[in-house]
């Protein structure tokens, strides 16, 4: 007489894909997410038609309809254990965003029609997210401490974007002095619509305006002052509609947060959010 044995079989898991038998494999980590970053940010303002075509219908355009800004940024970011900080390869990546004021319900927010990344892991992090980001190339003056060719010394930081060779975008800031609040659009709540496109037939597709859950936010000092900003009509018609029709200040300031993750936007409670979600 023979007895069978049931046996606990688990399959392959993870946060993410891909799934592996011990979820090791897994791209993205499950958060909370702790992000440190070098930032050079320029105010300008688009046309508010422009800008009412990339909300949904849920949002309008708040208290200052055709507000906007253009965000480069350099981060460093890791888990919990910190793990990832001992690769530099996997824990640095370079990040570029359009931002459009806008509300809820009167709640003052920001929408980002346009995000660009560097790196496999910060595009997927970043659609888990709902963030719309793409494979871009981003480059910033590095404030050297020392010598000629560090910003300190030359009092203008740059940030370039090219997506498949081609310019996309471009800033300039000529330090004047210092301020002593962050610029508004980063300083809101930012919106996302987390988006999965239907797959399996007669399925609909499911979107979710959702914002994220941030703790640990630290600004440095925040340095002002003219700007330049150029965006150009690639990689697609849309974007032309959002080049600046005015220019504000530039800021350049390190940040820091911890991404703990989304809520519903009508669980939000109207708490201080990262303006990037990431």
């Known amino acids: 007489m023979s007895s069978a044995t049931t046996n606990d079989v688990r399959g392959p898991g ?11 494999a897994a791209m993205i980590t499950p958060p909370p997410w702790h992000f440190s970053g070098e930032v050079v940010m320029v105010d300008y303002r688009v046309e508010p038609d422009a800008a009412a075509r990339f909300l949904p219908p849920e949002l309008d355009l708040g208290p200052d309809p055709g507000a906007a800004a253009a ?9 919990d254990s910190g793990a990832e900080l001992t690769d530099p390869a996997r824990c640095q990546f370079a990040e570029f965003l359009i931002l459009l004021g806008c509300s809820y319900a009167g709640r003052s927010l920001a929408r980002c029609p346009y995000a660009w990344v560097d790196g496999a892991v910060p595009l997927v992090r970043g659609w888990i997210q709902g963030m719309p980001k793409q494979f871009g190339a981003v480059h910033m003056t590095r404030d050297m401490r020392v010598g000629r060719a560090g910003a300190q010394h030359n009092r203008r930081v740059d940030g370039t974007l090219s997506v498949y060779g081609r310019r996309v975008a471009e800033a300039s800031v000529r330090l004047t002095g210092e301020v002593v609040e962050p610029p508004l659009l980063h300083t809101v709540p930012l919106v996302h619509t987390r988006m999965f496109p239907s797959w399996v037939p007669d399925e609909e597709t499911t979107a979710q305006l959702v914002t994220s859950v941030v703790t640990g936010v630290e600004f440095s000092e925040v340095k002002a002052g003219d700007a330049e900003l150029s965006i150009f009509a690639e990689p697609d018609s849309d974007l032309a509609g959002l080049a600046p029709v005015e220019i504000g200040s530039g800021y350049v300031f390190s940040y820091a947060e911890t991404l703990c993750h989304g809520r519903l936007l009508t669980e939000t409670d109207g708490s201080r959010n990262s303006v990037r979600g990431e």
């Open 14 to 24: 993870g946060f993410s894909l891909p799934l592996s038998p011990s979820g090791e």
């Open 71 to 79: 965000v480069f940024a350099q981060w460093q970011w890791c888990s």
